[in-house]
């Protein structure tokens, strides 16, 4: 069973901020959380990961809470080329181990 | 070259059929997977190889044969499928190392009539 929960969709307006939310309480020491998305028909894409501490690149920020049962990535510009779904994965750190895909939110990027 | 290619793109076969899907990486990744993804559904992973070994079997119908004949290669058999196995084929690869992340072909479109 997956260990995150997203919300099943999101809209957000073109050149503002997506922030999509992903709870993951049961989240081990060992465990990172990777951010995917999934344009439509295409193989998944990385976004960012991390462990606890906010994270930033090109592409996108991801912000831990303290307690690490939950993590916001941010896209902060939005444009339609984000439409997609967006899976947030934790995965143990361990060699072998493999993404574990959840439903992911869809988000819907609008002019 | 930072890209997982996989071949065909798409495949129709019949259920009596024997066809072979191709996974190609030259990262010099060393554990490579099979993904199976229906119609609106996240991809489930099918199979793991670690250093060419078949480290993770989901309990893959044996209809479904994987192969790692070498480090940078990754083939999926398939004999005797069913209309139900029609689905998008990812295959993905991943650097050795614990927090390294996975990287995904395009897939297969794969129909059985």
């Known amino acids: 069973d997956a260990k995150t929960t997203q919300p099943p969709s999101m809209d957000c307006a073109e050149g503002r901020a997506a922030n999509l939310p992903c709870n993951h309480s049961?989240?081990?020491?060992?465990?990172?959380v990777y951010w995917y998305r999934q344009i439509h028909s295409q193989g998944p894409q990385y976004i960012i990961h991390g462990l606890k501490n906010n994270e930033t690149n090109e592409m996108a920020s991801l912000i831990i809470t303290e307690d690490r049962k939950s993590s916001t990535l941010i896209l902060p510009h939005a444009t339609l080329r984000d439409t997609a779904v967006y899976y947030c994965i934790v995965r143990a750190y361990q060699a072998g181990t493999a993404l574990i895909f959840g439903k992911g939110t869809t988000l819907s990027v609008s002019s | 070259d930072t890209e997982v290619t996989q071949t065909p793109k798409h495949l129709v076969m019949g259920m009596t059929n024997k066809k072979s899907l191709k996974c190609e990486q030259h990262?010099?990744?060393?554990?490579m997977y099979w993904y199976k993804q229906k119609a609106k559904k996240p991809p489930e992973l099918m199979f793991v190889y670690s250093y060419e070994k078949l480290s993770i079997n989901e309990s893959v119908p044996s209809r479904f044969s994987p192969e790692c004949p070498n480090s940078s290669l990754l083939n999926l058999h398939l004999h005797a499928l069913q209309p139900e196995d029609s689905a998008l084929y990812l295959c993905a690869s991943r650097l050795s190392g614990a927090y390294n992340e996975q990287f995904f072909g395009p897939g297969t479109r794969l129909t059985v009539l």
């Open positions: 990262m010099g990744h060393r554990a």
């Open positions: 049961t989240i081990s020491g060992n465990e990172y």
